[in-house]
């Protein structure tokens, strides 16, 4: 999410997320639980695409460039089994947090998850309606890009960033903000 993105970079001590659309509640949800379920950043990523994270020692993780994160989960394949046990999991921790959720919106969480799971790190935006456009970049991109200089400033490319803002979702100071942002209640 290019948000945590932001948030790694300025080093807020609280953060709202603003959205008019509920989804974007639902998948922050699904990130804050995978957070609070990742010790490193390849476990992070390794359980977003539904790979098992890395058997190594953590600490080599903890200096491992990004494009190394990235080709260790491109080299996996979920397990149904194990992606069912992760699912279950994310389930409970979901539920620790206190939010109130319908079925429709924990299906929407699941089927989120089940969209990285499926696609991995070649995920591409796309709108109901119409395939993704071969101009569009891939999730893989997302977090490979650089500046001209060549720095990656990803939340994903230091584990100092990860830990930045796994910090401020444990600590529940990223605040997703639903609603019309043009009315009295939403922004109040």
């Given at each position: 999410?290019?948000?945590?993105?932001?948030?790694?970079?300025?080093?807020?001590?609280?953060?709202?997320?603003?959205?008019?659309?509920?989804?974007?509640?639902?998948l922050h949800l699904l990130f804050k639980a995978l957070f609070a379920r990742s010790a490193t950043?390849?476990?992070?990523?390794?359980?977003?695409?539904?790979?098992?994270?890395?058997?190594?020692?953590?600490?080599?993780?903890?200096?491992?460039?990004?494009?190394?994160?990235?080709?260790?989960?491109?080299?996996?394949?979920?397990?149904?089994?194990?992606?069912?046990?992760?699912?279950?999991?994310?389930?409970?921790?979901?539920?620790?947090?206190?939010?109130?959720?319908?079925?429709?919106?924990?299906?929407?969480?699941?089927?989120?998850?089940?969209?990285?799971?499926?696609?991995?790190?070649?995920?591409?935006?796309?709108?109901?309606?119409?395939?993704?456009?071969?101009?569009?970049?891939?999730?893989?991109?997302?977090?490979?890009?650089?500046?001209?200089?060549?720095?990656?400033?990803?939340?994903?490319?230091?584990?100092?960033?990860?830990?930045?803002?796994?910090?401020?979702?444990?600590?529940?100071?990223?605040?997703p903000v639903v609603g019309d942002v043009a009315g009295d209640h939403a922004m109040r």
């Open positions: 999410d290019q948000n945590f993105s932001y948030i790694a970079r300025i080093h807020p001590t609280v953060a709202y997320i603003i959205d008019i659309r509920r989804d974007n509640l639902l950043r390849v476990e992070y990523l390794s359980q977003l695409t539904g790979r098992a994270p890395p058997p190594r020692d953590p600490s080599h993780w903890k200096t491992a460039t990004i494009a190394d994160v990235t080709s260790y989960v491109d080299r996996q394949r979920p397990v149904p089994a194990a992606v069912d046990e992760l699912r279950r999991q994310l389930a409970r921790t979901l539920a620790s947090f206190g939010v109130p959720l319908s079925v429709a919106d924990l299906a929407t969480i699941d089927r989120f998850h089940r969209t990285f799971i499926e696609a991995g790190l070649g995920l591409q935006f796309r709108t109901f309606g119409r395939a993704p456009q071969p101009y569009y970049p891939t999730f893989r991109d997302l977090l490979l890009a650089t500046d001209a200089s060549g720095h990656a400033w990803n939340y994903l490319a230091s584990e100092d960033d990860f830990a930045f803002v796994k910090s401020l979702e444990a600590d529940d100071a990223i605040i």
